[in-house]
């Protein structure tokens, strides 16, 4: 049922885009597989492309030299000295480093990236788990902050408010995780297939917020 959720999560957000009035084609990894596959939409010189279970690359410790050495940060050297697919060009800074979606903006003067995860869980499950920083919206800020999408030989690091969870309505119940100290930015969306407008909102303002 969770992948179902994260699965429903990500066709939700292509159709407010298609509602926003970008138009694309979605294509899977493999025929018949739900595992992995991504969106190419686009409107008025504005690329998005969406991507579920993208699994960003590790970036390669082992072959990386020393600070005083490469003077740029692991991500920036990682992009520079690693082949990356281009189907998934994305490169994680920690092993643990999963999201569920990974969205990338291109206009014609920036490029932006966005990060995020669903859960089909109750508030109270959650609420026990805001001590030990593993809460959805902590663990999108941890995702934030360590992934990046190489762009050529630059790294696009994650928007600052680029974070978001796609959690079960109604939106009211998810209230106190909005004020988690340590993941105050990450957006919190709770379609719901009967009524979605407040979620639909939220999403339009996540957009325009960071493009």
């Known amino acids: 049922l969770n992948h179902l959720w994260e699965v429903w999560g990500i066709v939700w957000i292509a ?6 009035g970008f138009s694309g084609a979605c294509s899977l990894e493999a025929a018949n597989s739900v595992q992995r ?10 690329t998005i492309n969406l991507d579920y279970e993208a699994e960003p690359a590790l970036v ?11 003077c740029v940060p692991a991500l920036e050297w990682a992009a520079l000295n690693q082949k990356i697919s281009s189907d998934r060009p994305f490169l994680g800074s920690e092993l643990k480093c999963s999201p569920d ?13 966005l990060v995020g995860d669903a ?3 109750t508030p109270q499950h959650h609420k ?9 919206p902590q663990i999108v800020e941890q995702y934030r902050r360590t992934i990046g999408w190489v762009a050529g030989d630059q790294i696009i690091r994650c928007h600052p408010m680029g974070g978001f969870v796609v959690f079960p309505p109604p939106a009211h119940e998810w209230s106190e995780l909005e004020t ?7 957006m919190l969306l709770c379609p719901s297939p ?3 407008k407040e979620a639909s909102a939220r999403l339009k303002t996540l957009l325009e917020t960071i493009v």
């Open 15 to 20: 159709k407010q885009l298609r509602v926003l």
């Open 101 to 113: 979606y990974l969205i990338r903006i291109t206009t014609n003067s920036t490029r932006v990236l």
């Open 60 to 70: 390669d410790y082992e072959n990386m030299p020393p600070i005083h050495e490469r």
């Open 180 to 186: 988690v100290a340590q993941a105050r930015d990450c």
């Open 119 to 121: 859960a089909l869980a």
């Open 128 to 136: 026990k788990l805001v001590d030990q920083r593993e809460t959805k």
């Open 194 to 196: 009967i009524d979605g």
């Open 37 to 46: 596959f991504s969106w190419h939409l686009e409107k008025d010189g504005v």
